[in-house]
């Protein structure tokens, strides 16, 4: 890692960072602030110095949000703590704004007591830190949250979706930039970001965690996807193209009557009873999807659809955390405040 401070100019790119510099140009980036997610480890920090080296050709600002996950075993405390001294250690280098939810020598806000474990809800509360440290941005900056993706946690994104059960539309998944989210990185492959660390002889921290295989993502990342590219060389590339293929085609084959449905938090049940099962299915999934709902499945929609097909004419049910009320005319969802 260079020693100093890297002062924010303008300074000849390289191919790699100039190609990502083509893909934000026609985003209009111009006067906002880039809040960087940044965790330590190898995607976030090549992410961070690559924005760096953009920023000033995007005519734009960047800061830097860490995120620390609360409570765990010895281990992971040790490395949490590592972590948020090393990308604190990282923004005085590059002279760019700290914000985290951590205040030494031991104290966090937005964390519950218990240890977090499942993924659901340390990306939830990542979301909330992220959304928490946005909002003290002044509003002249039009803040915009900027995450490491890339290519390969797209493909697992996909690749979990589609093992738990859903439609052409669970595979859109992630994108480049939706308003609300910026991901630079998300054509890139992994592989090609450690070689870009590497020349720029970068320094990141690895998560013991993500060596734990017991989670369905680890296992995928480090077991199933090298074992099938060692198996059938290129393939993981040609799955992440055909997975690619379908969600572009995927807006286009839902049905164009679902727009007329939909009121809000509100679709028709009288318009919905009318439809083939398969019909229902596209239908509650596209709604789910548009309510926000998250890490809904086909096993989700099931239940949904068995709930829908009674007789009775008014009742409420729980799922997915919204409450579900069903009346003769209407079903409306309501998220269930915690």
């Not at 997610?37 to 090549?46: F, I, R, T, Y």
């Amino acid at each position: 890692m260079e020693h100093g401070a890297r002062h924010n100019e303008k300074r000849p790119l390289e191919a790699f960072e100039y190609s990502i510099l083509r893909s934000l140009m026609p985003l209009a980036l111009s006067q906002r602030t880039l809040f960087l997610g940044v965790s330590g480890g190898l995607d976030s920090v090549a992410m961070m110095h690559i924005m760096h080296r953009l920023v000033p050709y995007l005519d734009c600002q960047m800061a830097v949000i860490h995120v620390h996950h609360g409570r765990g075993s010895a281990t992971q405390e040790e490395f949490r703590r590592g972590s948020y001294d090393f990308v604190k250690s990282l923004c005085k280098e590059y002279q760019v704004p700290f914000h985290s939810n951590f205040q030494p020598p031991g104290t966090w806000t937005l964390i519950p007591e218990a240890p977090l474990r499942a993924e659901g809800e340390l990306r939830e509360i990542r979301f909330k830190v992220f959304e928490e440290a946005m909002k003290k941005a002044p509003p002249s900056g039009n803040p915009l949250l900027t995450l490491a993706h890339h290519a390969d946690d797209l493909l697992e994104t996909r690749m979990m979706r589609l093992i738990r059960g859903v439609g052409p539309q669970g595979v859109q998944a992630m994108v480049n930039y939706d308003g609300k989210i910026l991901r630079p990185l998300l054509t890139l492959s992994r592989n090609s970001l450690l070689e870009y660390a590497k020349n720029q002889g970068l320094e990141w921290l690895d998560d013991p965690s993500n060596e734990n295989l017991e989670p369905l993502r680890n296992w995928m990342r480090h077991k199933w996807l090298p074992e099938l590219e060692s198996r059938q060389p290129g393939a993981v590339q040609r799955l992440g193209q055909s997975l690619q293929a379908l969600s572009e085609a995927g807006p286009n084959a839902e049905e164009s009557w679902a727009e007329g449905v939909f009121s809000g938090p509100s679709f028709s049940r009288q318009f919905y009873l009318e439809l083939s099962v398969s019909g229902q299915k596209r239908l509650l999934a596209r709604f789910m999807r548009q309510q926000g709902m998250k890490n809904y499945s086909q096993s989700h929609i099931e239940e949904v659809l068995k709930r829908l097909d009674k007789s009775q004419k008014d009742f409420t049910f729980s799922l997915l955390k919204y409450s579900w009320k069903v009346s003769p005319t209407t079903v409306t969802v309501t998220p269930i405040q915690r």
